[in-house]
Structures are given as structure tokens and as C-alpha cells.
């Protein structure tokens, strides 16, 4: 059920199959910064949800997917008003732990993560005391970052919950487990690319950030609908800002002052509205290993 809700991997052609969404976390010199690209339909309806704290719940941010009429919408990427932020990738399937005496993440879980925890540590121990339904079907990772500079990747894999701390300034994420490295991964996945850009940071800043969404972002075309990065966000945790981009175009994004929008009060708001003429950073196609001219187009 979770795996139409949640950004799925879209299976793309030519040529080859592309997987969808990707992580990235950098904290340094008392900077902390999560960011994110969503792959998926650039025909889906994605909304930027802002909601005030309320009824013991943080407020928060999200980026996220009308998946049902009536509905709320499916937080996809998130930050709260602790410091608290998160998005996801699916990977492959395996299998992920269930326990009925435990209570059942939804469709929404990642919004609740957010709404409920304060730090990383304590979303870790929410997902803990949860279970995903043992026909979600979502197969994904998740990471988070939070204002003190905790952060990790957390897998559901093996019939368990494994935690995946950051080593050194920076983490990533694609559609690879990070618990058991794919073998076929290669030196231009965008795994690969990524982490060499991250592994080559001077200064932490949102430009860095936006550089490695770019590299790692993708675009195509499947059964003539444009398909890849949808939106894409940069959450400066300790600048209690939120930068967001819509399909692939980087160089005019929205900031939003965290605490700024959530005094506002609520907001449901098509990112189609926001940026209703979009100017993709580049042109063609860009997969998993980078620019690539289909070959109609050579």
C-alpha cells in the first residue's frame, strides 16, 4: 500500500532504470545542512505544507505529495521547528521488520516523525518503538540531521532497524542500502559522484548543497511524461531556513525564514503555483550516470 504513497522508484528506459530521490547531510565548522532532491512524475501534485505548532505537535515544513483526495498530504521531506529535519530514497526490496504488538506507522509517517521528535535521537527511538505494516511494500531509507549535528541514515532491512551514523562531515544517500553496498554501484552512480563532490567541500554553505542536488539530480522521458527531480529543498537547520527548488531549477529557489512562515500560520500551496515557469539548470537528459542524449535526440 505505502509503496504508491511514498516516492517510488520510477522504472524508466533508456537506458537503463533509473532509481529516485536522494540525501545528502553536511556539518561542519557549526554549520548543519540537510538536503534532498524528490524524483518522481513531474505531472504529481507536490504542495508546500506548513503548520504551526498545535496540540502538542511541533511546528513544521514539509514538502509534500497529494497521494489521495481527502487525504492529508504525504510529508516527504520535512523540518520542524526544533531543528529536527528529514527525507527519504527508496532501495531495493528486502525484508523489513513487522511486530503486531507494536503500533503502525501510516501512510504520513515521516510527517509524524517530525511533528513528534526534537532530535535524531529520539526520531531513532520512535521508529524503534513502531512497525512499518507487514504489507507496506515501501522499501526505503531514511535521513536525518538535527540542530546539535547528530545525524544518520536509518535502513529497515533484515528483518531489522539499522542505524547508519555519519563518518567525517558528510553523508549521502541514493537508492542503495547503505548497509550492504551494491556491488554493481559504480565510480559514475550518482552514489559515486556525490560523495567525491562532498569529500572535496572546503566551506558548508546552501550554493555547496544546491552543487551536489544538481550533480546528483535526474531527468528523462517516459511514455512522453517528464519524469526525475520534481523539487528539491536545502534545510539550513542552524540558519533556521528552508530553500526550496522546483524541477531542477536551481538558480531561482524559494527561502522561506523557518520561524518566520510558521508565525503565518498554515499553508497548503501547489509548488506548481509558487514556480509557474520553472528553467531547468540544464538541458537533455540527465540518468544515473550523468548527461545523456537519448538517441532520437542525436
Given at each position: 500500500?505505502?509503496?504508491?504513497?511514498?516516492?517510488?522508484?520510477?522504472?524508466?528506459?533508456?537506458?537503463?532504470?533509473?532509481?529516485?530521490?536522494?540525501?545528502?547531510?553536511?556539518?561542519?565548522?557549526?554549520?548543519?545542512?540537510?538536503?534532498?532532491?524528490?524524483?518522481?512524475?513531474?505531472?504529481?501534485?507536490?504542495?508546500?505544507?506548513?503548520?504551526?505548532?498545535?496540540?502538542?505537535?511541533?511546528?513544521?515544513?514539509?514538502?509534500?505529495?497529494?497521494?489521495?483526495?481527502?487525504?492529508?498530504?504525504?510529508?516527504?521531506?520535512?523540518?520542524?521547528?526544533?531543528?529536527?529535519?528529514?527525507?527519504?530514497?527508496?532501495?531495493?526490496?528486502?525484508?523489513?521488520?513487522?511486530?503486531?504488538?507494536?503500533?503502525?506507522?501510516?501512510?504520513?509517517?515521516?510527517?509524524?516523525?517530525?511533528?513528534?521528535?526534537?532530535?535524531?535521537?529520539?526520531?531513532?527511538s520512535m521508529i524503534r518503538a513502531y512497525s512499518l505494516p507487514a504489507e507496506h511494500n515501501a522499501h526505503i531509507h531514511v535521513i536525518l540531521a538535527d540542530s546539535s549535528g547528530d545525524s544518520a541514515v536509518i535502513e529497515w532491512v533484515d528483518g531489522e532497524v539499522k542505524v547508519l551514523r555519519r563518518s567525517g562531515p558528510t553523508q549521502i544517500m541514493t537508492n542503495s542500502l547503505l548497509s550492504k553496498p551494491d556491488a554493481k554501484e559504480g565510480p559514475n552512480s550518482r552514489l559515486s559522484r556525490g560523495s567525491r563532490m562532498l569529500a572535496e567541500l572546503k566551506e558548508p554553505?546552501?550554493?555547496?548543497?544546491?552543487?551536489?542536488?544538481?550533480?546528483?539530480?535526474?531527468?528523462?522521458?517516459?511514455?512522453?511524461?517528464?519524469?526525475?527531480?520534481?523539487?528539491?529543498?536545502?534545510?539550513?537547520?542552524?540558519?533556521?531556513?528552508?530553500?526550496?527548488?522546483?524541477?531542477?531549477?536551481?538558480?531561482?529557489?524559494?527561502?522561506?525564514?523557518?520561524?518566520?512562515?510558521?508565525?503565518?500560520?498554515?499553508?497548503?500551496?501547489?509548488?506548481?503555483?509558487?514556480?509557474?515557469?520553472?528553467?531547468?539548470?540544464?538541458?537533455?537528459?540527465?540518468?544515473?550516470?550523468?548527461?545523456?542524449?537519448?538517441?532520437?535526440?542525436?
Amino acid at each position: 500500500m505505502l509503496n504508491s504513497l511514498i516516492c517510488i522508484a520510477a522504472a524508466l528506459v533508456a537506458p537503463a532504470v533509473l532509481g529516485a530521490c536522494s540525501g545528502i547531510t553536511i556539518v561542519k565548522n557549526g554549520t548543519v545542512l540537510l538536503a534532498a532532491n524528490n524524483d518522481y512524475s513531474w505531472s504529481s501534485n507536490m504542495q508546500l505544507h506548513v503548520t504551526p505548532a498545535s496540540d502538542g505537535l511541533f511546528g513544521r515544513i514539509c514538502l509534500s505529495m497529494e497521494t489521495v483526495p481527502g487525504w492529508t498530504p504525504v510529508g516527504m521531506k520535512c523540518m520542524n521547528d526544533q531543528g529536527l529535519a528529514l527525507s527519504h530514497a527508496v532501495v531495493p526490496k528486502s525484508i523489513t521488520p513487522y511486530d503486531p504488538d507494536k503500533p503502525q506507522f501510516r501512510h504520513n509517517f515521516l510527517e509524524k516523525i517530525v511533528a513528534e521528535s526534537a532530535t535524531v535521537k529520539q526520531a531513532i527511538s520512535m521508529i524503534r518503538a513502531y512497525s512499518l505494516p507487514a504489507e507496506h511494500n515501501a522499501h526505503i531509507h531514511v535521513i536525518l540531521a538535527d540542530s546539535s549535528g547528530d545525524s544518520a541514515v536509518i535502513e529497515w532491512v533484515d528483518g531489522e532497524v539499522k542505524v547508519l551514523r555519519r563518518s567525517g562531515p558528510t553523508q549521502i544517500m541514493t537508492n542503495s542500502l547503505l548497509s550492504k553496498p551494491d556491488a554493481k554501484e559504480g565510480p559514475n552512480s550518482r552514489l559515486s559522484r556525490g560523495s567525491r563532490m562532498l569529500a572535496e567541500l572546503k566551506e558548508p554553505s546552501v550554493a555547496a548543497a544546491v552543487s551536489v542536488l544538481k550533480e546528483i539530480s535526474i531527468r528523462a522521458r517516459y511514455k512522453e511524461q517528464d519524469v526525475g527531480t520534481i523539487d528539491s529543498a536545502v534545510f539550513d537547520i542552524t540558519g533556521r531556513k528552508v530553500h526550496i527548488f522546483y524541477k531542477r531549477d536551481y538558480d531561482h529557489g524559494l527561502v522561506l525564514d523557518l520561524d518566520g512562515a510558521l508565525a503565518k500560520g498554515p499553508r497548503l500551496e501547489p509548488l506548481s503555483k509558487i514556480f509557474p515557469n520553472p528553467v531547468p539548470f540544464e538541458t537533455g537528459w540527465r540518468i544515473e550516470t550523468g548527461p545523456y542524449t537519448p538517441k532520437e535526440a542525436k
